[in-house]
């Protein structure tokens, strides 16, 4: 199994209880692909440095995950196909990264 930290950019429009809908769709697609949930923040709406299809905001969330690259390909595939997800990003790291991150830190 290899650590992932990932970073899912989410539409502004979204109700909140379909992004967290979206989210718990996102955990369970892990954990059905033989995958772990090890922790997860959640960085609200955040400006983005550029527009993504005309968006200028985004609702961030940061998960850490632990799954065998071959159901990351998956994954992957799952999240090009929503509407809901802007942007994704996949990070393999040695170690997980302790939390709270930094960037919950410049929320309060």
């Avoid at 905001?57 to 632990?66: P, S, V």
Wanted: net charge positive; no cysteine.
């Amino acid at each position: 199994m290899n650590k992932f930290e990932v970073v899912l950019l989410f539409s502004p429009e979204l109700a909140s209880n379909i992004l967290n809908s979206e989210i718990d769709k996102f955990k369970k697609f892990v954990s059905d692909n033989s995958g772990k949930i090890i922790n997860e923040e959640n960085w609200g709406l955040r400006d983005l440095s550029y527009n993504i299809k005309k968006f200028k905001k985004a609702f961030y969330n940061y998960i850490q995950i632990e799954i065998s690259g071959s159901d990351l390909n998956k994954i992957k595939v799952d999240l090009n196909q929503s509407d809901s997800v802007l942007r994704y990003l996949f990070v393999k790291v040695k170690n997980h990264q302790e939390l709270p991150t930094k960037l919950n830190h410049e929320k309060k």
